[in-house]
């Protein structure tokens, strides 16, 4: 009798053996090299100065988040209504499609210090660039998607009647899911570094503002526990996306162990 269909469920126990091996061994380099703090913190020291100031670094890592999720949630809105009408208008194809991969083209660290110009040291202009460079991915899954998946369906609904706008929504959209959420990770994993950086040009709070601060003063172990605090929400909001879209469409997983 045949098995049923297993999940390929990612194991993290490998990853997680290697990255504490790496970081004994950091641990024991520093200490038998007697490496100067200031040059290379011990991992057991990151650890203890982030705890003492965590207050400020879990401020920082709730502000940036905001941004963050405010941004990807823009890109996801605009991404996914840009993609399908790309995928759907030949016009909007070519006019628009050329001139949004020209916009992702802009290091980022030339348009900032121009959006905070623009938007101030708040919120909002971080938030705008986040929205930005978190687009284009999105934009690529969802025309690809709609161009590519669900063709069968589209063709029977269109013999039935059915308008375009009607088969886009219903029929070619929940196709191209799996595409457009992968399209979405995409965008995750650099999300959090395009807002820290925004900070990191101009900003009055955030993780980019604390790594500022924190190579100002020489203190490079609060440098290391910001990078680190940034890996790790990257890694959260990868985490919480693979989540949704395992509830979202159950049927994307089919292969057997």
């Not at 061994?25 to 991992?43: C, D, H, M, R, S």
């Not at 063709?155 to 959209?173: C, D, E, I």
């Not at 609060?222 to 949704?244: E, H, K, N, R, Y």
Request: proline share 6%; aromatic share 10%.
């Amino acid at each position: 009798m045949d098995k049923a269909p297993a999940r390929n469920t990612p194991n993290p126990l490998p990853a997680l053996g290697v990255f504490a091996l790496m970081l004994l061994l950091w641990q024991l380099v520093v200490k038998y090299w007697e490496i100067n703090p200031q040059t290379l913190p011990a991992p057991t020291q990151i650890i203890s100065s982030a705890l003492a100031d965590m207050s400020a670094l879990g401020w920082a890592s709730l502000y940036t988040s905001v941004e963050v999720l405010s941004g990807l949630a823009i890109a996801c809105l605009g991404g996914i209504s840009l993609g399908a009408l790309i995928a759907s208008r030949r016009w909007a194809n070519r006019v628009g499609m050329p001139l949004i991969v020209a916009s992702q083209t802009i290091p980022i660290i030339a348009i900032a210090p121009l959006i905070i110009r623009w938007a101030g040291f708040g919120i909002q202009g971080k938030i705008a660039l986040v929205a930005i460079y978190a687009s284009l991915p999105i934009i690529i899954a969802t025309t690809h998607g709609v161009r590519t998946l669900g063709q069968s369906g589209a063709q029977v609904a269109f013999s039935l009647g059915a308008k375009p706008s009607w088969v886009l929504l219903h029929v070619k959209l929940p196709a191209a899911l799996p595409s457009i959420i992968a399209g979405i990770k995409i965008s995750a994993t650099y999300a959090f570094g395009t807002a820290a950086t925004a900070e990191y040009v101009g900003a009055q709070y955030g993780l980019g503002t604390y790594l500022n601060v924190a190579k100002n003063s020489f203190r490079t172990d609060l440098v290391f526990a910001a990078t680190f605090t940034l890996a790790g929400l990257t890694l959260i909001l990868f985490s919480f996306i693979w989540l949704l879209e395992r509830i979202l469409i159950p049927w994307n997983e089919e292969d057997r162990t």
